[in-house]
């Protein structure tokens, strides 16, 4: 097994992602509230966290997520102790383990010097819960990414945990490979992932390949809401170049969600790449022909309107449908997408005039 391997177009971009946003999640756990409370810990966990760099030298996940923090514009607001702070880096691979810990030395010097504490523990993804207990993360914020190329063996009763834990959240990512591998799979470790067989095998039953992720995809979100995280966002980070990369993020609270969508908007026609939300296909809609409005436009038009064939709906609830349930569109997006699907003759307005958070949303 290598201990280096090349940076992946999709990796990249998923970076650049993680940036902005830890760069809103730090500032926000760490700097005092307007009331004076001062959290007594907060913990980030990588638990895939790889070797620390790629084969061209670009910096791992382990070395940009504790370089944003130490350089953070509010570092000095943050109030940063090694008590308080805690960044956990695990690694299967003994090669790789001591190859991040070198990484780590060469780039920030010795970490036993650091204002925070950084943790390196060998072990699996499925240890997440036993390291949290000891290090007595739970009762306080924990972000935990679970960011492996390959198989996602994070147990459901993990997620569960810290869904229940008071501000906390995850990240999950799938590769590629992951959606048409299932042959390859332990059907008791999917249970232990999905918290039985009755809710994954639907997914299993797809065969169309170009629906066999997005079946995945669902299903995993699903999980996580019966683990216990009301807002779940499921999306497709595309690259300009080489495959995509496919990302579940868990939280219980809006801020969050509203944090990490203004992460994607920073970044997103950054070299190329996109977000995109699963549920569209891209098909034109009766009516939108003409309207030469791009894919990101569309994808937004194809999602309200999908909305609201369902049911009638106002245009504020809209709005919070959008921010809460969709990968990547806020709340402000709903007036403009209503309005140019009242254009196009796809959907009805009720009263008729100037649109207001009270305006009925119908189908045509």
């Known amino acids: 097994m290598a201990v280096l391997w090349k940076l992946e177009p999709a990796t990249a971009a998923k970076h650049r992602l993680y940036r902005r946003y830890l760069d809103a999640w730090w500032p926000i756990l760490l700097q005092p509230s307007r009331t004076g409370f001062v959290r007594p810990q907060v913990t980030f966990m990588d638990a895939f966290a790889g070797p620390g760099e790629y084969e061209g030298g670009e910096e791992g996940s382990p070395v940009l997520v504790l370089n944003r923090l130490l350089t953070h514009t509010f570092v000095e607001r943050m109030m940063l102790s090694r008590r308080r702070v805690r960044l956990i ?7 790789r383990f001591d190859h991040l810990r070198r990484v780590l030395t060469r780039r920030f010097g010795p970490l036993e010097d650091l204002p925070v504490h950084v943790d390196l523990r060998r072990g699996e993804a499925k240890d997440a819960a036993a390291v949290l207990t000891e290090v007595r993360a739970w009762g306080h914020p924990v972000l935990a990414i679970f960011d492996s190329w ?34 390859e799979e332990n059907p008791e470790a999917l249970d232990m992932v999905f918290g039985g067989r009755e809710y994954w095998q639907a997914a299993e039953r797809e065969g169309r390949p170009d629906e066999r992720w997005r079946a995945w995809l669902s299903t995993y979100r699903d999980a996580l809401g019966r683990a216990g995280f009301a807002h779940r966002l499921q999306f497709q980070v595309v690259p300009r170049t080489g495959q995509p990369l496919y990302l579940v993020y868990g939280t219980n609270h809006q801020a969050g969600v509203e944090a990490m969508k203004d992460a994607m908007w920073e970044v997103d026609g950054n070299d190329g790449m996109s977000f995109k939300d699963p549920r569209t ?50 709340k402000q997006d709903a007036k403009r997408a209503v309005r140019e699907l009242v254009d196009s003759g796809v959907v009805t307005i009720e009263p008729t005039g100037r649109l207001t958070a009270r305006t009925r949303v119908m189908p045509r």
């Open 89 to 95: 880096f695990i690694e299967k691979d003994a090669a």
């Open 150 to 183: 390959g198989n996602v063996n994070v147990p459901l009763t993990v997620m569960a945990q810290i869904a229940r834990n008071r501000s906390s959240e995850v990240i999950t990512t799938f590769g590629p490979n992951w959606f048409s591998r299932r042959a």
């Open 281 to 330: 296909r891209g098909a034109p809609m009766i009516g939108q022909m003409a309207l030469g409005v791009g894919p990101v436009q569309d994808e937004l038009l194809e999602l309200v309107n999908q909305r609201v064939q369902q049911a009638p709906v106002t245009l504020g609830d809209l709005g919070i449908w959008l921010l809460l349930e969709t990968a990547r569109w806020r």
